[in-house]
């Protein structure tokens, strides 16, 4: 959500870190923090130098509509505020900017993400410790400044606090209107911003919180503070009832192609390069994510493979460079278009078996992790039955299980599988459109059972085989502890995910289970222990 | 096994034990029955639980002899149990270090890459006090809100072998340093959701009563005083088990709050990468930055844990071949963890020491380093007897049976077992590369009955050529046979082994036969040989890069070379002939050998249910009242009714009609009735009875009772189901076959 903030904030840092001690008398180096750090009001703002309109707005291309529309709301100094809801989808720079305004208008404000204060009590809590100036510590035993976990308390000590604030932010207001300091508190106006608000609705599934809080100003009746809402959805989904001022709303759209390409043209050293890069690469990622984060992690590695041939990254490129670049990018854009998580193995290692990574690298480009005929962890043979079972369960019709698990086994199957291939194609695309709709079928505890000791029984055949060298005792214990500690097993398959355990049925009350295994992986795990999966799966 | 315990060893006691024994299978630990108790009942005694109605009393059979021991027995059973504790903490000792061993690499490699980490969070710049608590999230680059994940591949689906991992992981991270909190799974759990696991992740942290789990305290704690200085890990030890909303809640909070409290996660996963695929949203898994690692997998792991007990054998304990094929089966099929190999192996140590009377033995032969742990006064001559007339000492014909015979037979099967441990090592060594398991190799090398037919084999042999040119003919006439399978192919391996890798195969054999001398010298030479080969050949791979068309000298080299791994070859095939013997081959090798493989199944596996199916169908055999023991496999009436029940259900397919059901039910106890009626005529009881019987002739009301009760019992069991509501006059059965 931050990436656009990259340059502004970069700057900021710096100077922050250089001009900590020199006018900020609450930026003590952090070793001995609560010793010397004594809360004033300046936490209650930003706390870092104000920047100019200009740089704001060209610190976020592409939002100086919505930029200058909050700062019209948000009024000048002292003057109040109707309550504002932000939204837009994700990585929109919402929160980014609203902070920044925050920073060049040097308000004060209390900041509350409702996904870190997961709780009401922790959000109120929150809220007033940032108010009473309250920090928490070992020597305060890390509690919160005041105990609160009903809206009617919390509005009470809301109101005190708020008081409190307003009359010193008042007072200040007096000393210092005549020399103004940076970073330091900027009228009497006291803003409640509320991030990501959306997750309120999931609290307690009740709207009484989420009421509550849109009517907060109402309930206030305080000028002084202004109230605003963050969230990724726009006001129609929440549901709201009457009795408080309707929100302004402020949209945040989705960023065009060339708002993209301007944020991502921001700071590059290289910006000839960067721009034929973009040119490569934007137009088919645009197509699938306009999320600025999503699309700077895989834009960051795609440029390194794209730099990959270069000597010097200083170069400008000429159309025959750009076109030599392209080719040898092309082969990777499409794969990471897909990929939505990449994992790397340890560096060290990657250079002891470069090989080795390579290999896997052209592995994963054709979709399947690790080697095609092996399953990459360990699982005992009479769980592999089970998940073959359970994958044959969730595959074929219950009513089959007795022409495939006869005593003729699969032969029969082929004749009807002959039958079948006469009906009409239609009715199969549409079959399978059903099944792909459908998902895999649930099946019965009993079924499972079922299946599995038929093809265990086909399989002790094939053990059996490779047993009897050994000793005859191998074939009997063998056939024995097979089938013994099956239910175990059917837990720790339900725990690895590979089966799901569902509601029961409403006929019969038992517990229904699903298997969500991939046919590929239920394919490789028949292979290991030699299992002629597919002589056992119907095809329509 | 305390002294009181086995005071009441007399059989009266311990008829009904042992009874009780049979009746639970899930019992572990029972007290000994011992060699002679276990005489006593040679003829079976007839054990009663609750009807005891069959007069024989074992007592008459107590023999004299024995009691007179009773006091040595006690003292020996603590001598027993004394020595147990011993050799099991000398094997847990062992297998713990084995683990700790295997994990060192990747732990080493974990905290490196925490520690570089650290770093790059660190280079995103310092935070003052103030900024790091702020309620307001830091604005900066993208990707220093993603938090660094470690994902740490346990190669297992069963996840027990790794709680203990994790733990140690979490354990060695702390020791460099860092802040560590382990979660498990059950913190994950949608129930007490992200609260919960905030919760016991600030437990771990702070050591303090939290009143809410805030993540804000987790912030200012790390800015306090020295703690700013060290990463903050926080390991999941299995992410398949948990809910993944509170996961990907915690993971969106700790972005959220990324550089204010540098996290760094680490979590395990049992499956396949594609497990944090499954269960995290794409927005959750643009949070993470994830690196792999892989732990040892289960075999690996199995392999040096066999290696360190059962091959170097750091106790002396061994177990049969018949045990070693079970436990391997157990392993491979059934549950696959290294805890339940562990459990099997204490159960076996277990039974061994409470059955095997010389099994004291076991601490001096082989925990004492002189060699001399026996005292003659410890083993008076009752003992003694014990030791000659184990079956292997009586099948060596070794004829007086001294002390001394004794002492040296011992020392001998000493050494005898350290020889064939060696062997086994260079197979093993051999085969490694061919992926061959120390845990099959170790169930062939143990077997008794391949290596009598090797024996057999090369006698037969040696008679027809007595050259001695017959080695290279032995795998040949096995060319694939099933006996032998792994040492054969380790065999063929060696003989294909390019001269380099035979060079470094035999400097490790060389390593491992330090103990027999004369293979120790063979290889010496081998060596020498192999080593001179090799620099030629290498030399000769130089100039034939030059000239390509050498091909005499190639194949003359070649061909040296194969002699050469021929001899090699034939070497290791002596090796396992002559050195390798299987411990049961060995006289008295029932003191450290544990050969019951039945009583291990029984203690491991139990099958429960199996059980109940057998003793419902069988009742009178547990019950062994008059009345219906010498029935046979006919049903009567006065066996139990949920014993009637069940019988009947089997001429049901796997739905039973109710009606039939109870039909026949009361058929079968009516018609008992009119049998009883029958008997009681025979019966010497007096007439009167039979007019006291005619009066409760069991009214319908009384049958239907019965049923419904024995029909209730059997679904309590978990044999049959209740009707649906769809059939409502059928109920299901659940359990077929045994």
Same mark, same amino acid.
């Given at each position: 959500?931050?990436?656009?903030?990259?340059?502004?904030?970069?700057?900021?840092?710096?100077?922050?870190?250089?001009?900590?001690?020199?006018?900020?008398?609450?930026?003590?180096?952090?070793?001995?923090?609560?010793?010397?750090?004594?809360?004033?009001?300046?936490?209650?703002?930003?706390?870092?130098?104000?920047?100019?309109?200009?740089?704001?707005?060209?610190?976020?291309?592409?939002?100086?509509?919505?930029?200058?529309?909050?700062?019209?709301?948000?009024?000048?100094?002292? =003057? @109040?505020?109707?309550?504002? !809801?932000?939204? %837009?989808?994700?990585?929109?720079? /919402?929160?980014?900017? +609203?902070?920044? $305004? *925050?920073?060049?208008?040097?308000?004060?404000?209390?900041?509350?993400?409702?996904?870190?204060?997961?709780?009401?009590?922790?959000?109120?809590?929150?809220?007033?410790?940032?108010?009473?100036?309250?920090?928490?510590?070992?020597?305060?035993?890390?509690?919160?400044?005041?105990?609160?976990?009903?809206?009617?308390?919390?509005?009470?000590?809301?109101?005190?606090?708020?008081?409190?604030?307003?009359?010193?932010?008042?007072?200040?207001?007096?000393?210092?209107?005549?020399?103004?300091?940076?970073?330091?508190?900027?009228?009497?106006?006291?803003?409640?911003?509320?991030?990501?608000?959306?997750?309120?609705?999931?609290?307690?599934? =009740? @709207?009484?919180?989420?009421? !509550?809080?849109? %009517?907060?100003?109402?309930?206030? /009746?305080?000028?002084? +503070?202004?109230? $605003? *809402?963050?969230?990724?959805?726009?006001?129609?989904?929440?549901?709201?009832?009457?009795?408080?001022?309707?929100?302004?709303?402020?949209?945040?759209?989705?960023?065009?192609?060339?708002?993209?390409?301007?944020?991502?043209?921001?700071?590059?050293?290289?910006?000839?390069?960067?721009?034929?890069?973009?040119?490569?690469?934007?137009?088919?990622?645009?197509?699938?994510?306009?999320?600025?984060?999503?699309?700077?992690?895989?834009?960051?590695?795609?440029?390194?493979?794209?730099?990959?041939?270069?000597?010097?990254?200083?170069?400008?490129?000429?159309?025959?460079?750009?076109?030599?670049?392209?080719?040898?990018?092309?082969?990777?854009?499409?794969?990471?278009?897909?990929?939505?998580?990449?994992?790397?193995?340890?560096?060290?290692?990657?250079?002891?078996?470069?090989?080795?990574?390579?290999?896997?690298?052209?592995?994963?480009?054709?979709?399947?992790?690790?080697?095609?005929?092996?399953?990459?962890?360990?699982?005992?043979?009479?769980?592999?039955?089970?998940?073959?079972?359970?994958?044959?369960?969730?595959?074929?019709?219950?009513?089959?299980?007795?022409?495939?698990?006869?005593?003729?086994?699969?032969?029969?199957?082929?004749?009807?599988?002959?039958?079948?291939?006469?009906?009409?194609?239609?009715?199969?695309?549409?079959?399978?459109?059903?099944?792909?709709?459908?998902?895999?079928?649930?099946?019965?505890?009993?079924?499972?059972?079922?299946?599995?000791?038929?093809?265990?029984?086909?399989?002790?055949?094939?053990?059996?085989?490779?047993?009897?060298?050994?000793?005859?005792?191998?074939?009997?214990?063998?056939?024995?502890?097979?089938?013994?500690?099956?239910?175990?097993?059917?837990?720790?398959?339900?725990?690895?995910?590979?089966?799901?355990?569902?509601?029961?049925?409403?006929?019969?009350?038992?517990?229904?289970?699903?298997?969500?295994?991939?046919?590929?992986?239920?394919?490789?795990?028949?292979?290991?222990?030699?299992?002629?999966?597919?002589?056992?799966?119907?095809?329509? | 096994?305390?002294?009181?315990?086995?005071?009441?060893?007399?059989?009266?006691?311990?008829?009904?034990?042992?009874?009780?024994?049979?009746?639970?299978?899930?019992?572990?630990?029972?007290?000994?029955?011992?060699?002679?108790?276990?005489?006593?009942?040679?003829?079976?005694?007839?054990?009663?639980?609750?009807?005891?109605?069959?007069?024989?009393?074992?007592?008459?059979?107590?023999?004299?002899?024995?009691?007179?021991?009773?006091?040595?027995?006690?003292?020996?059973?603590?001598?027993?149990?004394?020595?147990?504790?011993?050799?099991?903490?000398?094997?847990?000792?062992?297998?713990?270090?084995?683990?700790?061993?295997?994990?060192?690499?990747?732990?080493?490699?974990?905290?490196?890459?925490?520690?570089?980490?650290?770093?790059?969070?660190?280079?995103?710049?310092?935070?003052?006090?103030?900024?790091?608590?702020?309620?307001?999230?830091?604005?900066?680059?993208?990707?220093?809100?993603?938090?660094?994940?470690?994902?740490?591949?346990?190669?297992?689906?069963?996840?027990?072998?790794?709680?203990?991992?994790?733990?140690?992981?979490?354990?060695?991270?702390?020791?460099?340093?860092?802040?560590?909190?382990?979660?498990?799974?059950?913190?994950?759990?949608?129930?007490?959701?992200?609260?919960?696991?905030?919760?016991?992740?600030?437990?771990?942290?702070?050591?303090?009563?939290?009143?809410?789990?805030?993540?804000?305290?987790?912030?200012?704690?790390?800015?306090?005083?020295?703690?700013?200085?060290?990463?903050?890990?926080?390991?999941?030890?299995?992410?398949?088990?948990?809910?993944?909303?509170?996961?990907?809640?915690?993971?969106?909070?700790?972005?959220?709050?990324?550089?204010?409290?540098?996290?760094?996660?680490?979590?395990?996963?049992?499956?396949?990468?594609?497990?944090?695929?499954?269960?995290?949203?794409?927005?959750?898994?643009?949070?993470?930055?994830?690196?792999?690692?892989?732990?040892?997998?289960?075999?690996?792991?199995?392999?040096?844990?066999?290696?360190?007990?059962?091959?170097?054998?750091?106790?002396?304990?061994?177990?049969?071949?018949?045990?070693?094929?079970?436990?391997r089966n157990y392993f491979v099929r059934q549950d696959g963890t290294l805890t339940s190999f562990i459990r099997a192996l204490k159960i076996a140590c277990v039974q061994h020491f409470s059955m095997e009377p010389l099994s004291f033995i076991l601490k001096g032969l082989f925990l004492e380093e002189?060699?001399?742990?026996?005292?003659?006064?410890?083993?008076?001559?009752?003992?003694?007897?014990?030791?000659?007339?184990?079956?292997?000492?009586?099948?060596?014909?070794?004829?007086?049976?001294?002390?001394?015979?004794?002492?040296?037979?011992?020392?001998?099967?000493?050494?005898?077992?350290?020889?064939?441990?060696?062997?086994?090592?260079?197979?093993?060594?051999a085969g490694k590369g061919d992926q061959i398991r120390l845990l099959d190799l170790l169930c062939e090398a143990l077997d008794p009955a391949t290596y009598n037919c090797r024996i057999s084999d090369r006698r037969t042999k040696v008679e027809k050529d007595p050259t001695g040119s017959s080695n290279?003919?032995?795998?040949?006439?096995?060319?694939?046979?099933?006996?032998?399978?792994?040492?054969?192919?380790?065999?063929?391996?060696?003989?294909?082994?390019?001269?380099?890798?035979?060079?470094?195969?035999?400097?490790?054999?060389?390593?491992?036969?330090?103990?027999?001398?004369?293979?120790?010298?063979?290889?010496?030479?081998?060596?020498?040989?192999?080593?001179?080969?090799?620099?030629?050949?290498?030399?000769?791979?130089?100039?034939?890069?030059?000239?390509?068309?050498?091909?005499?000298?190639?194949?003359?080299?070649?061909?040296?070379?194969?002699?050469?791994?021929?001899?090699?070859?034939?070497?290791?095939?002596?090796?396992?002939?002559?050195?390798?013997?299987?411990?049961?081959?060995?006289?008295?090798?029932?003191?450290?050998?544990?050969?019951?493989?039945?009583?291990?199944?029984?203690?491991?596996?139990?099958?429960?249910?199996?059980?109940?199916?057998?003793?419902?169908?069988?009742?009178?055999?547990?019950?062994?009242?008059?009345?219906?023991?010498?029935?046979?496999?006919?049903?009567?009436?006065?066996?139990?009714?949920?014993?009637?029940?069940y019988n009947l259900a089997q001429e049901h397919g796997d739905h039973i009609n109710l009606h039939d059901w109870y039909q026949s039910f009361k058929s079968k106890v009516l018609s008992s009735r009119s049998k009883g009626k029958h008997k009681s005529k025979q019966s010497p009881l007096p007439k009167?009875?039979?007019?006291?019987?005619?009066?409760?002739?069991?009214?319908?009301?009384?049958?239907?009772?019965?049923?419904?009760?024995?029909?209730?019992?059997?679904?309590?069991?978990?044999?049959?189901?209740?009707?649906?509501?769809?059939?409502?006059?059928?109920?299901?059965?659940?359990?077929?076959?045994?």
């Amino acid at each position: 959500m931050a990436k656009e903030k990259e340059e502004s904030v970069q700057i900021s840092r710096r100077t922050t870190r250089s001009s900590a001690t020199a006018y900020n008398n609450n930026g003590i180096e952090s070793a001995k923090p609560n010793v010397s750090h004594t809360p004033t009001l300046d936490d209650l703002v930003f706390g870092q130098e104000p920047i100019s309109l200009d740089d704001l707005l060209s610190s976020f291309p592409g939002r100086r509509v919505q930029i200058l529309e909050l700062l019209r709301l948000l009024g000048t100094i002292n =003057s @109040s505020m109707p309550p504002l !809801f932000i939204y %837009g989808s994700a990585s929109t720079g /919402k929160t980014s900017i +609203v902070l920044q $305004i *925050f920073r060049r208008l040097s308000r004060p404000f209390v900041y509350t993400s409702c996904l870190s204060c997961y709780s009401p009590r922790i959000l109120f809590e929150s809220i007033l410790n940032q108010l009473l100036l309250h920090k928490k510590n070992a020597v305060n035993g890390y509690s919160s400044a005041k105990r609160c976990e009903k809206p009617s308390d919390f509005v009470n000590l809301l109101r005190e606090a708020l008081t409190n604030v307003i009359d010193s932010l008042k007072a200040n207001l007096g000393k210092t209107s005549t020399t103004k300091l940076k970073g330091q508190v900027n009228g009497r106006m006291i803003y409640l911003i509320f991030d990501k608000f959306e997750l309120v609705r999931e609290w307690d599934k =009740s @709207s009484s919180i989420l009421s !509550f809080l849109f %009517g907060l100003c109402d309930i206030l /009746k305080m000028a002084e +503070v202004g109230v $605003i *809402f963050i969230s990724n959805n726009s006001l129609d989904t929440y549901h709201s009832n009457t009795g408080y001022v309707e929100p302004i709303p402020v949209h945040f759209p989705e960023y065009t192609e060339d708002d993209l390409r301007q944020i991502f043209m921001r700071n590059q050293a290289n910006r000839k390069l960067y721009s034929s890069f973009l040119d490569v690469v934007l137009r088919p990622f645009c197509r699938i994510t306009r999320r600025v984060d999503e699309l700077s992690t895989a834009f960051s590695m795609l440029f390194k493979k794209y730099c990959e041939p270069l000597n010097d990254l200083g170069v400008v490129p000429n159309e025959e460079m750009k076109r030599r670049l392209f080719s040898h990018l092309q082969p990777h854009v499409a794969p990471s278009l897909n990929e939505r998580f990449r994992i790397a193995s340890q560096p060290s290692l990657d250079c002891e078996v470069n090989q080795e990574t390579r290999r896997k690298g052209s592995a994963r480009k054709s979709g399947a992790s690790g080697d095609l005929d092996e399953i990459d962890f360990h699982m005992s043979t009479s769980a592999k039955y089970l998940l073959i079972s359970a994958f044959l369960a969730s595959r074929n019709p219950a009513t089959l299980d007795a022409s495939l698990f006869d005593s003729t086994g699969g032969s029969d199957s082929r004749k009807r599988k002959r039958k079948a291939s006469e009906k009409s194609i239609e009715q199969k695309e549409a079959a399978e459109q059903e099944l792909l709709m459908k998902g895999p079928g649930t099946f019965s505890l009993e079924r499972l059972l079922a299946i599995f000791q038929c093809i265990t029984s086909v399989a002790e055949d094939l053990l059996g085989e490779e047993e009897e060298g050994n000793d005859k005792l191998g074939v009997e214990l063998g056939s024995n502890t097979l089938m013994s500690d099956v239910l175990l097993q059917l837990t720790s398959l339900c725990n690895s995910n590979f089966i799901i355990k569902g509601g029961s049925c409403p006929l019969e009350g038992s517990t229904r289970y699903r298997s969500t295994v991939s046919e590929d992986l239920s394919l490789k795990v028949a292979r290991s222990v030699k299992f002629p999966l597919s002589k056992y799966l119907y095809r329509r | 096994m305390a002294p009181s315990a086995a005071v009441d060893d007399s059989p009266f006691a311990s008829s009904p034990e042992t009874t009780e024994n049979h009746l639970q299978p899930f019992f572990v630990l029972h007290k000994a029955c011992s060699r002679k108790a276990e005489r006593v009942s040679t003829v079976p005694v007839k054990t009663r639980r609750r009807i005891d109605l069959c007069p024989s009393p074992p007592s008459a059979e107590k023999p004299e002899v024995e009691s007179v021991t009773e006091d040595d027995e006690i003292g020996y059973m603590n001598l027993r149990t004394e020595s147990f504790e011993i050799v099991w903490t000398k094997i847990e000792s062992t297998i713990k270090d084995v683990l700790r061993n295997i994990n060192a690499n990747v732990f080493n490699e974990i905290h490196q890459w925490v520690c570089e980490s650290f770093s790059t969070i660190r280079s995103f710049g310092e935070l003052t006090f103030r900024e790091a608590t702020q309620a307001f999230p830091i604005v900066s680059h993208a990707s220093s809100k993603q938090l660094f994940t470690g994902l740490v591949l346990t190669k297992n689906m069963e996840f027990v072998d790794d709680l203990l991992t994790f733990k140690e992981l979490g354990r060695h991270l702390k020791s460099q340093g860092c802040h560590v909190a382990n979660l498990s799974s059950l913190d994950f759990m949608a129930k007490s959701g992200i609260g919960g696991c905030l919760r016991s992740l600030l437990r771990q942290f702070l050591a303090a009563p939290l009143d809410a789990a805030d993540i804000s305290i987790l912030a200012s704690w790390y800015r306090e005083q020295g703690n700013c200085d060290n990463p903050v890990v926080v390991i999941v030890d299995d992410i398949e088990r948990c809910c993944g909303s509170v996961l990907s809640d915690f993971i969106l909070m700790f972005s959220e709050w990324s550089l204010k409290v540098p996290v760094i996660l680490i979590m395990g996963v049992t499956t396949t990468l594609d497990a944090p695929r499954n269960i995290l949203p794409s927005n959750v898994l643009q949070c993470l930055c994830p690196y792999k690692f892989t732990l040892g997998t289960p075999t690996e792991r199995m392999d040096a844990v066999i290696e360190a007990v059962l091959v170097k054998q750091c106790s002396g304990f061994s177990v049969s071949h018949k045990v070693a094929l079970f436990m391997r089966n157990y392993f491979v099929r059934q549950d696959g963890t290294l805890t339940s190999f562990i459990r099997a192996l204490k159960i076996a140590c277990v039974q061994h020491f409470s059955m095997e009377p010389l099994s004291f033995i076991l601490k001096g032969l082989f925990l004492e380093e002189d060699g001399q742990g026996l005292q003659e006064e410890l083993l008076p001559q009752a003992i003694f007897k014990h030791a000659f007339d184990l079956p292997s000492y009586g099948r060596y014909k070794i004829e007086e049976q001294k002390f001394e015979s004794f002492g040296h037979c011992l020392s001998e099967l000493k050494r005898l077992q350290s020889q064939w441990s060696t062997v086994v090592l260079c197979l093993y060594e051999a085969g490694k590369g061919d992926q061959i398991r120390l845990l099959d190799l170790l169930c062939e090398a143990l077997d008794p009955a391949t290596y009598n037919c090797r024996i057999s084999d090369r006698r037969t042999k040696v008679e027809k050529d007595p050259t001695g040119s017959s080695n290279d003919s032995w795998h040949q006439q096995y060319p694939l046979s099933r006996r032998d399978h792994f040492i054969c192919q380790a065999i063929r391996k060696v003989r294909d082994l390019p001269g380099a890798q035979l060079y470094k195969l035999l400097k490790r054999w060389e390593e491992l036969t330090v103990d027999i001398i004369e293979i120790h010298e063979k290889l010496k030479e081998l060596k020498s040989l192999v080593k001179v080969e090799n620099g030629r050949s290498s030399k000769q791979d130089m100039a034939n890069s030059f000239k390509r068309h050498s091909s005499r000298s190639q194949l003359n080299i070649v061909k040296e070379s194969k002699a050469l791994n021929e001899k090699a070859a034939t070497l290791i095939e002596c090796m396992v002939g002559d050195y390798m013997q299987p411990v049961e081959c060995l006289p008295l090798h029932e003191i450290v050998c544990f050969q019951n493989v039945e009583k291990l199944q029984l203690a491991l596996i139990g099958d429960p249910r199996r059980r109940i199916q057998v003793d419902l169908l069988e009742s009178y055999k547990i019950l062994r009242c008059s009345c219906c023991s010498r029935s046979g496999h006919s049903l009567l009436p006065s066996m139990h009714d949920t014993s009637i029940l069940y019988n009947l259900a089997q001429e049901h397919g796997d739905h039973i009609n109710l009606h039939d059901w109870y039909q026949s039910f009361k058929s079968k106890v009516l018609s008992s009735r009119s049998k009883g009626k029958h008997k009681s005529k025979q019966s010497p009881l007096p007439k009167k009875r039979k007019d006291t019987n005619e009066p409760d002739k069991p009214c319908e009301a009384s049958i239907q009772a019965r049923f419904c009760r024995a029909a209730t019992e059997l679904q309590i069991t978990g044999l049959i189901r209740m009707p649906t509501k769809r059939r409502p006059d059928y109920v299901q059965r659940v359990a077929f076959g045994l």
